[in-house]
């Protein structure tokens, strides 16, 4: 007659360290978590607020919408005298180390808004002289060093108001930092890009690349 094998129980101590290393499993799950939605977040506030305040940007208010290693949501910006800028949603795209260092790559930003005032026919900048920036010095001083790689502007408007009308132009355009130092800028006004305008800032050198209203000579 044969035998068969019969299903042994585990001993204890096998047991016992199943169960610590489910333990440790779990609590470095609830720390993952809890670094992700509670730390990350707070850090990532800290680092901007500093950076702003190294910067000289001051006035500048957010919500952070979401964190994480290798990017962050910002929504609810305002910032400027009277609350002149707001921004539905800016998004980050960086490496933890270099977010540390006070250095992202790219910030796009969406559904910003604009308001500045008319007069005499001159547009009232003033309430934007708290989020005038002091550019980081560089080696070569005819480089300018921006703490973000490229920054991206879409879906927002300029809005300018008179005595008696209000105007909405319609923007949308980008900064990046150069290999050379050098900062490249691109502006355009209008849904329909109508006026196209790019730029180069070399120091305290800034240098107009052209404009045109493209709409007009796409129509000839």
Not at 29 to 36: E, M, S
Not at 62 to 87: C, K, N, P, Q, Y
Not at 120 to 137: N, V, Y
Request: glycine content about 10%; charged content about 25%; proline content about 5%.
């Amino acid at each position: 007659m044969t035998n068969l094998p019969v299903n042994e129980t585990p001993p204890p101590r096998y047991r016992r360290r199943l169960r610590r290393m489910a333990i440790a499993l779990a609590g470095a799950a609830v720390i993952l978590l809890l670094g992700q939605f509670l730390l990350l977040p707070w850090l990532l506030r800290q680092r901007i607020v500093t950076t702003l305040n190294e910067a000289g940007v001051k006035g500048v208010h957010f919500r952070v919408a979401r964190a994480t290693l290798w990017g962050s949501r910002l929504s609810d910006v305002v910032a400027g005298e009277e609350s002149v800028l707001t921004i539905d949603q800016v998004g980050l795209d960086y490496r933890l180390s270099d977010l540390w260092k006070g250095r992202i790559k790219t910030i796009r930003i969406s559904g910003a808004k604009l308001h500045l005032g008319v007069r005499d026919g001159e547009i009232d900048l003033r309430p934007l002289q708290s989020l005038r920036p002091r550019l980081a010095p560089s080696r070569n001083s005819s480089s300018v060093s921006l703490p973000v790689n490229r920054i991206e502007l879409a879906s927002s408007k300029l809005i300018l108001q008179a005595m008696r009308e209000t105007v909405e132009v319609p923007i949308g355009g980008s900064v990046a930092q150069q290999s050379d130092g050098r900062v490249s800028i691109s502006l355009q006004l209008d849904e329909e890009r109508a006026f196209v305008m790019g730029a180069t800032l070399e120091g305290s050198k800034l240098t107009f690349a052209g404009g045109g209203d493209t709409g007009a000579a796409g129509s000839r």
